[in-house]
């Protein structure tokens, strides 16, 4: 299976994503229009404390206009590794720095029509320090148990795609970490 790009143009270009309209041809010879929201990678972390409790965030989403349970992820900067990337947007979100940090692995959050890669890393924490939110940003720590997460997920109090598929990989890889 393969799809061959005929032509591209760039239809968007924002502050954190593109959009890109692809003219393509399919194996059998005949041609489609693929729309790609072009991305950057990002990150996603998933801290936990020594008492085993876990670090998330809570924050309102006008895309979802709703107050939303994350985990802290942001975008890495131009230049920046991925290890950088998750340890800064750690401390800027939660004031936590990382004692170590381990990647569980990449999540692709919507494979359809967008790039974007986010690599999902869990770190050990202990001492919180100071946030350094965006100046656009609030954002609230909430310090949760495995139960507590599960329940949200159950509930749908957690229902972020990134937040579901980096706990998928937290649980999946948990008896590696401990």
């Keep these: ?5 005929i032509s591209r143009k760039t239809v968007f270009e924002g502050r954190i994503l ?26 996603a972390i998933i ?14 989403r006008k895309a ?10 942001g975008n890495c900067d131009p230049g920046e590794s991925e290890e950088v990337s998750a340890a800064r947007e750690l401390q800027e979100e939660t004031g936590y720095v990382p004692q ?19 690599d999902v890393f869990f770190a050990e924490v202990s001492e919180q320090g100071t946030t350094a939110f965006d100046e656009d940003e609030h ?15 159950r509930t749908d109090q957690i229902a972020d795609a990134k937040t579901l598929a980096a706990w998928m990989l937290y649980k999946a890889k948990k008896r590696e970490l401990l």
């Design 1 to 5: 299976m393969y799809e061959k790009t």
């Design 18 to 43: 593109g959009v890109d309209v692809l003219e393509v041809e399919l194996e059998d010879g005949r041609r489609s229009v693929r729309e790609i929201v072009q991305h950057g990678v990002a990150v």
């Design 47 to 60: 801290p936990r404390l020594p008492n085993g409790r876990l670090v998330f965030i809570r924050q309102f």
């Design 64 to 73: 979802m206009e709703r107050i939303c349970f994350e985990v802290v992820a």
């Design 100 to 118: 170590s940090l381990e990647l569980l692995g990449p999540i692709f959050p919507s494979v359809g029509y967008c790039t974007e890669r986010i």
């Design 139 to 153: 954002i609230e720590t909430v310090i949760l148990t495995e139960a507590e997460i599960d329940e949200m997920i």
